[in-house]
Nanobody, 114 residues
Framework: QVQFVESGGGLVQPGGSLRLSCAAS????????MGWYRQAPGKQRELVAA???????NYEDSLKGRFTIARDNAKNTVYLQMNSLKPEDTAVYYC????????WGQGTQVTVSS
């Protein structure tokens, strides 16, 4: 089972940017869809962005235009570029398969605060 390790989080001011990375322990070439999820304090984990093996992307409506998901199959890595960050984007961010998720990694904390 492929495992995922997220990195790139941190503390950023409102309006700032971060780029998250998700390194897989094995090949993601045949994974039909990869996603970035987030879980804010006191809330359920939600899917915020997804990308298919063919490169098609989909985003949670409120994030369109601010977040960009990308995948590099050669590096077995998925990225999430986050721009114009808002305090409500504060959460732990995880990556995983969209269909039949593997066990969850530790995630990476993103805190947007002045």
């Amino acid at each position: 089972q492929v495992q995922f390790v997220e990195s790139g989080g941190g503390l950023v001011q409102p309006g700032g940017s971060l780029r998250l990375s998700c390194a897989a322990s094995g090949s993601i070439f045949n994974i039909r869809a990869m996603g970035w999820y987030r879980q804010a304090p006191g809330k359920q984990r939600e899917l915020v962005a997804a990308i298919t093996s063919g490169g098609s992307t989909n985003y949670e409506d409120s994030l369109k235009g601010r977040f960009t998901i990308a995948r590099d199959n050669a590096k077995n890595t998925v990225y999430l570029q986050m721009n114009s960050l808002k305090p409500e984007d504060t959460a732990v961010y995880y990556c995983n398969k969209v269909l039949g998720p593997s066990s969850w990694g530790q995630g990476t904390q993103v805190t947007v605060s002045s």
